[in-house]
């Protein structure tokens, strides 16, 4: 970065010590999105997984609670 100083002892900020600033925030915001999408993925997927066999589980039960019983009787 360089700051250059004027007469009265002030610094001033130069557009390259904004826009270095700005790639390093930009550098440090990728990083943690790009980590925050990997978690995010993985959420994601077990979420999926439970609601499928959570599904077929209660479907399941429902089939046997409203199952209809025949019975075959020789005469």
Known sequence: ???T???DGQTTVTRGDIEAKLR???GVTDTT???AQDVT???LVLVVI???IGAF???SRRGRKRGTIVEV???
């Open 1 to 3: 970065m360089t700051t």
């Open 5 to 7: 100083t004027t007469g």
């Open 24 to 26: 390093e925030i930009r």
């Open 33 to 35: 999105a790009e980590a």
């Open 41 to 43: 993925k993985r959420v």
């Open 50 to 52: 439970v609601l499928v």
């Open 57 to 59: 589980l209660l479907g």
């Open 73 to 75: 009787r020789r005469i």
